[in-house]
């Protein structure tokens, strides 16, 4: 875990030197990451020792087994990785139970059913146990990990923030990367992670396509981002991707000069997002509820 903690910092510490010339707001790099590593320490060490448990450590548990399939068989550990949503899905209890069983074992152990048995909760498990691999199934070490990383789609999304308002580097600082709640939750073992991060690189990646940069890069990043949203909280996207509408319609109606003109297509604008809002609500309720 100090290891992770020292390689960060010193990576922390080598963009800094190499950007803090051309972009001032590099200075926030380390506070901001060294800020979110103790959020999740702090998140593991709460739930660990004062709650004695919660949903942070279910999912460990059912992550867990993962890992030891990983060693055991890692064809059946990707075959789960890719097809236990379906499975979950077309599959009655017991046919999932069995299933279940049949893949894990005493030596593996197997996970907690109410999470194995929700395709959204156990997207979480499954996103998370390369994370735990790499850790060698330690909590705390995967929890410092999960941190880290989710801190990088926060830092671009702060990036992102500045080219649009590059005077308020400090404003949107203490806006973005040091507000206690949300780094608390969402730098641990939780859907909430996972999710923020993925809106955080939607948004940055829409930007970079925006500014057509790397091109294919990005709507590959975007589109991934997007399902893994999907799998875990797809309500989300019922604000976010009209959201996204209105930020380019935003930037087009910035290029017109006539007043009238802007004050007519606004409310357009306005019901076109609401109208995709219930669109994207309607399209993905059948399949993801």
Known sequence: MLFLVGFAYFIGTRLKVRNINK???????????????????????????????????????STLPLMNLFYEDASDYFNIIWNSSLITENFSHDEWEAYTFNAFDNTTG???????RDPKTFAVCKLTSPLLILTNGSYFACTILIAILSFIPLWKLYLTFLK???VLHKELAYATLFIPSVVFWGSGMMKDTYTFAGVCIIIYAFQMILERKFLIFYILLFFVSAYSILVIKP??????????????FALVLKKV??????????PFVFFGAVGASYFVLQSLGGRYG
């Not at 901001?32 to 999740?40: D, E, H, Q, V």
């Not at 197997?110 to 194995?116: A, E, G, M, R």
């Open 235 to 248: 309500y989300i996207l019922n604000i976010l991707v009209p959201c996204l509408g209105i930020w380019i």
């Open 23 to 61: 972009n001032e707001a590099y200075k926030y790099l380390l506070p901001a990451l060294m800020f979110k590593i103790f959020g999740g320490f702090l998140f593991a060490f709460i739930y660990v020792f004062y709650y004695g448990g919660g949903d942070t450590i279910s999912y460990y548990s």
């Open 110 to 116: 197997v996970p907690l059913s109410f999470i194995s």
């Open 164 to 166: 649009y308002f590059p």
């Open 257 to 266: 000069d006539n007043v009238i003109f802007k004050f007519i297509v606004l």
